[in-house]
Nanobody
């Protein structure tokens, strides 16, 4: 079955760094793009960054552009989100997502908290 598992979240101080991972299984990972979303309490789930079939096709929300980097290692079935210069407003649950066969698949999410 299709499965996406996020990890790497935690608590960091403003200006800190985290690297999130999304490990995929149950499908041909290299054939699909992956998108990171985040959702803060009481707010809508928003797109953060997206990657196509390789690292040369990426898209970032304006709020994270220049601070976050999305990448993939297909041999490991993994997409990464490197988050630099973290701000309190980056606090959210981060999810990875993909679409295939008319269906949408989500991971369970990983919590990122940016606080002093």
């Amino acid at each position: 079955q299709v499965q996406l598992v996020e990890s790497g979240g935690g608590m960091v101080q403003p200006g800190g760094f985290l690297r999130l991972s999304c490990v995929a299984s149950g499908f041909t990972f290299s054939h699909y793009g992956i998108t990171w979303y985040r959702q803060a309490p009481g707010k809508e789930r928003d797109m953060v960054a997206s990657i196509g079939l390789d690292d040369q096709l990426t898209y970032y929300a304006d709020s994270v552009k220049g601070r976050f980097t999305i990448s993939r290692q297909n041999v490991k079935n993994t997409v990464y989100l490197e988050m630099n210069s973290l701000k309190p407003e980056d606090t959210a649950v981060y999810y990875c997502n993909t679409h295939m066969g008319g269906s949408t698949y989500w991971g369970q999410g990983t919590q990122v908290t940016v606080s002093s």
